[in-house]
């Protein structure tokens, strides 16, 4: 039995039939591996620059829709200080011809009493027994201590205006609330913004990426694709502020020589008052919006053919005085206050930067053969995972609203983003190196020329100050704080949640991150 045993195995080996058959299925399977595994990088491959892709186009919407605050604030800022300007004009017209109307009545009633007294007289009346005027300037009123104007004049000039009075009246209230409507508008468009830009991300993500066929092949039988994004959620408090400076606030509107443009009196009894914002009132001063005048008048009698003249009425000016506080009005003595924004430096640093990372887990079911990236080994996965459990890839991007202008010759600013400056802050208070900049208010929102930028991840969280990259932090930084943000999950696609246990890609450095790495890797 063992004998025909032993034949039945020699005959089984020498024998050539099938042969083909188990080669064929060696190679074909060996084949079939080969394709699967060519299919399984390109698809990698191609889910990797849709990441990357999907990443960018959320972070440039997002810095679209912060471009386009700034614009609208730019604009509103603007028409506020033109609508404020006028307003200011305004009010000092209906103050001055306020305190002339009342300061001609008041000298007018003691003229007719004057007048009336001398009358009574049995002999010389008329003048020049009765005299209401300036110091030796007859029917007339002195003005600001030291100019006498015929009172005819100060009632020609009262009656001219009496036209325009209706007209400024109609149209203090319009400016007051046009600039109401503003202050109101910019708080809202600033109040709004976080949240019109984290749901932008949420729409420009959900248009530019999905979940494939073959999702549920993986493991997890889905991509888990997760976002997280990086903003200021104050940016009222953190990067805006209200103009309050005089000289920056009018050059918005390009009013550089403002008190010639107003002329004479602002700054002088039309003061700024202390405010949150932008706000001039009338305020009482020693030698300006006050008139005054001499009254005489007197009695005359005669005794023994002779007129003899007895004073009825004598007052110095300082007993004739009217002040433009003599008529203060509240409603129109005082502006509306002017909130107009301008932003700070850190705008153009950390606090202005819009990152916004994007994460989803591979489903490729041959990742299997990929040899594991513990212990230092390199497969053909370790650009785009992050580690051996998760096999998750992510990617960042940043952005920024960025301004237009005429660019300076390059010799001056070397400006790696084109025309719009994301690093255009000016500090007034030290020297300009570059000097374009110069008596130009860049750090208020003035135009609206604004437009989205992408930032390299290397420059994202970097100060600028006059056209210049300042140190600060770079792409190590900003990757390990987006690595380290909550994920939001995409509505359908996963639960979200924090990454966990994922560090950053192998390529990178591993757990210690490095700007060379990021640059090769994720910089679009």
């Known amino acids: 039995m063992l004998k025909e045993a032993n034949n039945l195995c020699l005959r089984l080996w020498k024998d050539e039939s099938g042969v083909v058959l188990a080669i064929t299925v060696v190679v074909f399977l060996t084949l079939f591996l080969m394709a699967c595994s060519v299919y399984a990088v390109g698809e990698t491959i191609r889910q990797r620059v849709e990441v990357q892709n999907a990443c960018d186009a959320a972070a440039y919407s997002a810095a679209v829709v912060q471009a386009d605050s700034m614009s609208r604030i730019g604009a509103i800022n603007r028409a506020m200080v033109w609508t404020y300007a006028q307003l200011v004009k305004r009010d000092m017209d209906l103050i001055v011809d306020a305190w002339l109307t009342r ?36 029917e007339s009123m002195r003005l600001n201590r030291h100019i006498s104007v015929d009172a005819d004049e100060v009632l020609q000039a009262v009656m001219g205006f009496l036209g325009q009075k209706i007209i400024n009246l109609v149209m203090i209230e319009s400016y007051k609330s046009n600039i109401q409507a503003m202050n109101a508008a910019i708080d809202d468009i600033i109040a709004r913004m976080p949240d019109r830009i984290e749901h ?30 990086i903003q200021e959620d104050d940016p009222a408090g953190t990067y805006f502020r209200v103009e309050k400076g005089e000289p920056e606030f009018f050059t918005i509107a390009d009013i550089h020589d403002y008190k010639a443009y107003f002329d004479r009196g602002f700054d002088l009894w039309f003061k700024q008052k202390p405010a949150d914002g932008m706000l001039h009132g009338y305020e009482e001063q020693p030698d300006h919006l006050v008139a005054d005048w001499w009254t005489t008048s007197h009695l005359g009698i005669e005794i023994w053919g002779i007129c003899v003249p007895i004073r009825v009425i004598w007052e110095e000016p300082d007993e004739n005085e009217v002040w433009g506080s003599d008529v203060e009005n509240p409603k129109y003595f005082e502006t509306v206050e002017a909130r107009v924004r301008a932003l700070l430096p850190n705008f153009f640093g950390k606090d202005g930067t819009l990152v916004v990372g994007l994460s989803r887990r591979m489903n490729n079911p041959l990742q299997f053969f990929a040899p594991g990236t513990s212990g230092g080994d390199r497969s053909m996965y370790n650009a785009f995972t992050l580690n051996d459990d998760s096999r998750f890839m992510w990617t960042a991007s940043a952005a920024r609203a960025g ?122």
């Not at 530019?208 to 073959?214: F, R, V």
């Not at 208010?441 to 390299?456: E, F, Q, R, S, V």
């Open 103 to 138: 300061a001609y009545i008041e000298w007018l009633i003691d003229k007719i009493v004057a007048q009336l007294i001398n009358s009574l007289g049995m002999c010389g009346k008329g003048h020049p027994y009765w005299l209401v005027g300036a110091p030796f300037h007859w």
């Open 403 to 524: 301004y237009h202008f005429e660019a300076p010759p390059p010799s001056q600013v070397p400006n790696e983003l084109g025309d719009y400056q994301a690093t255009y802050w000016h500090d007034p208070d030290k020297q300009n190196p570059n000097g374009f900049l110069d008596n130009i208010p860049h750090w208020n929102i003035k135009w609206g020329d604004w437009d989205a930028i992408m930032l390299p991840l290397r420059r994202a969280w970097y100060t600028g100050e006059n056209g210049q990259w300042k140190g600060g932090q770079g792409a190590a930084q900003l990757l390990g704080a987006v690595e380290g943000e909550s994920w939001k999950a995409l509505p359908a696609y996963g639960g979200g949640g924090a990454l966990g246990t994922q560090s950053a890609p192998q390529l990178m450095g591993g757990g210690n991150m490095n700007i060379a790495g990021a640059e090769n890797d994720i910089l679009h």
């Open 200 to 229: 932008t991300v949420e729409e420009i993500l959900q248009a530019n990426i999905a979940d494939t066929w073959n999702d549920t092949l993986s493991p997890a039988g889905r991509a888990d694709i997760m976002y997280a994004l």
